[in-house]
């Protein structure tokens, strides 16, 4: 059973975090997460799977939101701090995460990932695939993450 990391991203970034990852070859979220990106960082690495769970469907523009499914993968790069509460290259950043109506700036630490992709409606991944780390059951088909966390599964 292998581990990934499954993280919430709200949906009205993900359009435009394909293009920056297509354009900078990565892209760079904001978190409070310190002590999970330690341990990602020290015990799994740069390659760590990354499940990506869009959220907010209230402000979803393009329908990227399926609840109770992930609907994008990507490869975990590493951790970025930043003492000004943003990224030191702004253009990682999503379009909309800087500027616009709704920033998401003031963030201390950022996570980044490769290999940004979304996945086809029928290769999306069920919620219940996967369990908990240090858990015994799977999650349960409402479960939503409401921070990136940690899990197993037979799949990865």
Sequence with gaps: MGIALLAPVPARFLKSALVVCADQGRVAFGTAAW??????DDEYGAGIPVLIYPTHPDHDPDHLCT???VGFRAAYSHMQKSK???HPIPALRPIGTVDGD???TGWALFWEVTELARLPKESRIAITSLTGEGQNKPLSA???????MLVKA???
Excluded: I, Q, R, W
Excluded at 142 to 148: A, D, I, K, Q, S
């Design 67 to 69: 609840p109770s499914f």
């Design 35 to 40: 002590e999970l990106f330690s341990k990602v």
């Design 84 to 86: 000004v509460g943003k």
């Design 154 to 156: 037979t799949f990865l």
């Design 142 to 148: 409402g479960f939503v993450p409401h921070g990136p």
């Design 102 to 104: 709704e920033p998401d």
